[in-house]
């Protein structure tokens, strides 16, 4: 019996041990790779696979361009400038003048020359022409008095409103008198004479 308990024993201790190894070979870690090193600024390292795209617009070799990727027409995608549909809206309403002096002149007083030609195109839409004025020089340089010379195309009414917008106007000192000649919307058409004989 006694040798019975010796065996059960030993087979006791051999089971035991073997369960002790195991339970500690599982606790144990495995062997494996060691973990990656990330550099101390705490940056990630760049990635391995880079990849370069470039893109072009020109169209292969041979091939054409489709009707609807051509550039759109300005006419569909710009408005017209203002003075195209309000010829009141003109930036130089008065017309360019000939020399710069008189621009200078002419210049600080656009406003009230668009307000008589707005009024003018109330009164008669599409109304178009040019009137000169002869206007008198104080030594200050502000018109001392102005006189209408010509008309053409523009009515009465637009004539007498552009004699007081000329006669607040201040020019050189140097000279005496001025003409001012000042044009409003399209020149207005030219009679034909027909071929010269």
């Excluded at 195991?22 to 880079?50: F, I, V």
């Excluded at 007083?109 to 040019?130: D, I, M, W």
């Excluded at 004539?159 to 919307?185: D, H, R």
Aim: aromatic share 4%; glycine share 8%.
């Amino acid at each position: 019996m006694s040798a019975r308990v010796g065996r059960s024993f030993i087979l006791f201790f051999l089971f035991t041990s073997g369960l002790v190894a195991a339970g500690l070979a599982a606790c144990e870690p495995a062997p494996s790779e060691p973990p990656p090193q990330t550099p101390k600024s705490g940056t990630r390292p760049p990635d391995r696979t880079e990849v370069t795209m470039e893109v072009s617009t020109a169209l292969p070799p041979g091939e054409a361009a489709p009707p609807s990727s051509s550039a759109p027409s300005s006419s569909a995608t710009a408005e017209p400038p203002p003075s195209a549909s309000d010829p009141s809206e003109d930036p130089m309403i008065g017309g360019a003048q000939p020399d710069a002096a008189l621009e200078r002149a002419v210049a600080p007083v656009r406003p009230r020359l668009r307000a008589c030609y707005k009024k003018a195109l109330a009164a008669e839409p599409g109304v178009a022409g040019s009137a000169t004025f002869d206007a008198t020089i104080g030594k200050d340089g502000r018109a001392a008095s102005a006189r209408f010379v010509k008309r053409d195309g523009l009515s009465e009414d637009m004539v007498g409103c552009l004699l007081a917008v000329v006669k607040a106007m201040t020019f050189e000192p140097s000279k005496k008198s001025q003409i001012v000649t000042l044009s409003f919307g399209a020149p207005p058409p030219v009679a034909d004479a027909g071929p010269a004989r």
